[in-house]
């Protein structure tokens, strides 16, 4: 007795025997072993003991931790929370948000709920622990911005703002980006070629025949346009963006230049676990993407690199596409108190351009290029770096600044049907911006200061294109491009429902051309053009008439100079005569979020009056020119109302949302003569007055979901005469697929889409104004893809 008392005094007080089972049993176990051993014979005693054992050797081999799982915000219970403990099993917390599990050792568990945000948390191996979920942005409340460098909630901010979240892109093919910002109110991308876009936000595209002007573009915080004012958005790469917020209309108080409004990427911010990743997809025309990357964290922060290449061979004739991006990422946290981020991003991009074809041409076959397009090699070859630094430093609880460096180098080849340039730049610049909160005369108040400075040196050489060649040169240009902004923003919380903001900045521009090559002309020369100092101020008022409502006003100025490529055209004319536009845009607007987040409302209406409105034409020899016409009057109404039709986290269908956003766009030339003609009145040429989008979105808790998005777009006017328009048509997408995770380290994503389902005959972007007829750019009828991702954490 004595040895098998040792036994289990050895067993009881083993580390792998810490149960408060055994614990408790402990001393009352030995007392009866002394006890009793005189009146018990050994068989018993020691069918007892193996009894004992059988059952509390399990119990011995794992520890309980008792979990309880609130709201980060509310410190409410979270009830039904999915648990997934091991490869094996995933437990379900109960209404009150407590669950219990066993664990041999600390471990990574991951959370998940409809309504919240997934979280993976390191759960110890005993003990009682309590969970805080971030509640997913499925309410107006809870989607924080930082559009006017202030994170604050979208219900308080006094702007018409947009908002596309990652899971948006992901809606539909992963080829481009213009379907999923085509989805909100306010927003159009025109892809009229595979890479080739053009921005319109509230009508904003009429002087950009191609690529993206008068738009001021961010990624992560730095200047992505350069300082001529134009943006290389085909650079990027879905996998490039994670969320993405765009102010709509001037808000040059605090971004500079650009009547259109601002776009601001932002790509993966931070590290939080070790992971490989891998992506497939393939479509019709040839289209093949893949994507390898891995995230690596270090002691002190991480790395992170990926490597994406997409190719197709286009629905056209000669609308092949090919590029590469390349995105290095280091995050580097030395103290609390400040953080280093430096990125690399590389892309080698290739796309041959079709050319826009005449409503004959169309109408005989959609599918051919414009007449001599292939044979000139019309086509546009791109190599660019861009790398930036930027550092975030909080000095107390009251200061803190951003500075963001940047340095780019492109080399751009262009050969076309009338030309071909190659051009070589070299551009540099930054942005700081400090932040200070106070309370002054008991209202809170956030001041924010800064600048931005870029400048942007070209080398342009403009030649005749000889069957696809360089030919003789006719003139080549250097071109030194400058502009900065100095910004100061106040923010006043009057009242506990009232914030006031007032912003201004001082604008300063300037381009030098020097023609050291003129073979027109036979001399050399130079233009200088330095813009007069432009103020911009901006006042908004945002009012909380209870805690998920508000209002918002503002009136908002605005400028948008010419950029260089407007100023210098191809056939070599330089117009130094071209005038910045210049416009005040007032807007009144309402948001509301109902049911706990169910039901989202966001609404505005706006009035834009521009000057010196900028707008284009065509020469004879088929040469884009530009000059001021007069002025506009833009009127409009913009409104996104999503609803949860079903939210229950333990059902087989856990959710059905369906989103409706209209906008009304009615934009006249206000005043508008183009020779002998009068268009004074006139629809403004490019714009759809009216635009609807219905989506539908459905989650089952198996992992399969569906994605519905129904697009109408109005008439659309192709020339400034409004002779001549793009019809209406309905656009249908759809995708289906399956998400989920394998054990915790494996996660795994299947699906299938349709795009253009209704096989809706249309042109995703429209020549305008063109010489010849030459208007339509079709798009691709029907057509299919599919692809796998797969994700492990290490």
Do not use: C
């Not at 070629?193 to 992560?220: D, E, M, Q």
């Not at 070859?381 to 009251?398: E, V």
């Not at 609803?643 to 209209?662: C, D, N, P, W």
């Amino acid at each position: 007795m004595k040895i098998l008392e040792q036994v289990i005094k050895f067993l009881i007080n083993s580390p792998r025997f810490f149960s408060l089972v055994l614990i408790s049993l402990k001393n009352r176990l030995i007392l009866r072993l002394k006890l009793n051993h005189h009146y018990y014979n050994i068989k018993k005693m020691k069918l007892r003991l193996q009894l004992l054992l059988i059952l509390l050797l399990p119990m011995g081999l794992f520890a309980q931790t008792n979990i309880k799982v609130l709201d980060a915000d509310s410190q409410e219970p979270v009830s039904f929370v999915t648990v997934k403990v091991d490869t094996r099993k995933a437990v379900t917390a109960n209404e009150q948000g407590e669950l219990t599990v066993d664990l041999t050792e600390p471990s990574n568990l991951l959370f998940s709920h409809i309504a919240f945000v997934d979280q993976m948390v390191l759960i110890p191996a005993s003990g009682e622990v309590t969970v805080y979920l971030e509640r997913g942005e499925n309410a107006l409340t809870e989607v924080l911005v930082s559009s006017f460098e202030s994170e604050r909630p979208l219900l308080e901010q006094a702007a018409g703002i947009a908002r596309v979240a990652e899971a948006e892109l992901y809606r539909f093919n992963e080829t481009s980006l213009v379907q999923a910002f085509n989805t909100k109110p306010g927003i159009r991308i025109e892809e009229r070629a595979p890479a080739s876009y053009r921005v319109s936000i509230r009508g904003s595209s009429l002087r950009a025949p191609f690529g993206v002007r008068n738009v001021k573009v961010y990624w992560n915080g730095m200047p992505f346009t350069a300082a001529d004012g134009t943006t290389a958005l085909n650079m990027l790469d879905l996998s490039n963006i994670q969320n993405t917020e765009i102010i709509k209309g001037p808000a040059g108080s605090i971004y500079g230049a650009g009547n259109g409004g601002v776009i601001s990427f932002t790509s993966k911010e931070s590290i939080d676990e070790n992971k490989i990743s891998a992506a497939l997809s393939v479509g019709d025309f040839g289209l093949v993407r893949y994507r390898l990357g891995i995230d690596q964290k270090l002691e002190n922060g991480g790395i992170s690199v990926g490597y994406t290449s997409q190719k197709s061979d286009g629905y056209r004739d000669h609308t092949a596409m090919d590029r590469e991006v390349v995105q290095v990422t280091g995050y580097y946290q030395p103290s609390k108190k400040q953080k280093l981020t430096t990125q690399i991003l590389y892309s080698d991009l290739f796309y041959e351009l079709p050319g826009a074809l005449t409503a004959d041409q169309l109408a005989e076959n959609p599918q051919q290029a414009r007449p001599g397009s292939a044979a000139m090699n019309a086509s546009i070859s791109q190599k660019s770096m861009f790398g930036t630094l930027s550092h975030d430093y909080r000095f107390n609880h009251n200061l803190d600044n951003k500075t963001s460096l940047y340095i780019n180098t492109t080399d751009f080849e262009n050969p076309f049907n009338t030309d071909y340039k190659k051009e070589t730049q070299f551009s540099y610049g930054g942005r700081t911006s400090f932040t200070y909160d106070d309370i002054w005369a008991n209202i809170p108040v956030r001041l924010i200061g800064g600048g931005e400075y870029q400048l942007s040196k070209t080398s342009a050489l403009n030649f005749g294109n000889n069957g696809g060649q360089i030919d003789t040169i006719r003139f080549g240009d250097e071109l030194l491009t400058t502009t900065s902004f100095l910004f100061q923003q106040l923010e006043a919380e009057l009242t506990d429902n009232l914030l006031m903001t007032v912003g201004l900045s001082e604008n300063f521009s300037s381009f030098d051309i020097a023609r050291n090559i003129d073979a027109i002309n036979g001399v050399p020369s130079n233009a200088t053009r330095n813009f007069d100092l432009v103020v911009v101020p901006r006042v908004a008022l945002s009012a909380k008439l209870n805690a998920n409502s508000a209002l918002h006003a503002s009136i908002s100025s605005g400028f948008s100079p010419p950029t260089i490529d407007e100023v210098r055209t191809n056939e070599g004319s330089i117009n130094l005569d071209l005038e910045a536009e210049k416009g005040v845009n007032y807007e009144l607007g309402y948001r509301s979020s109902f049911n706990k987040g169910k039901v989202n409302v966001d609404g505005s209406v706006f009035y834009f009056k521009l000057d010196e409105t900028i707008t284009t034409f065509v020469n004879e020899d088929g040469v884009v020119l530009f000059r001021n016409a007069g002025a506009t009057n833009q009127k409009g109404v913009e409104l996104m109302v999503d609803y949860a039709l079903i939210r229950k986290q333990l059902g087989f269908v856990q959710e059905v949302k369906v989103t409706h956003s209209f906008t009304g766009h009615y934009f006249k030339f206000d005043e508008f003569m183009k020779g002998d003609d009068d268009y004074s009145g006139n629809d403004l040429t490019g714009v759809a007055p009216n635009t609807l989008v219905n989506q539908l979105d459905i989650k089952t808790k198996p992992g399969f979901y569906l994605n519905f998005t129904h697009q109408f777009v109005d008439d659309i006017p192709l020339n400034d005469a409004n002779t001549v328009f793009q019809e209406a048509y309905h656009l249908m997408n759809s995708r289906v697929g399956w998400r989920g995770d394998v054990g915790n380290a494996l996660d795994l994503e299947f699906y299938f889409g349709v795009q253009n389902l209704s096989n809706a005959s249309y042109s995703l972007g429209n020549d305008l104004n063109p010489y010849g007829g030459r208007y339509f750019q079709p798009a691709a009828p029907r057509n299919f893809y599919g692809g796998i991702k797969v994700g492990l954490r290490y």
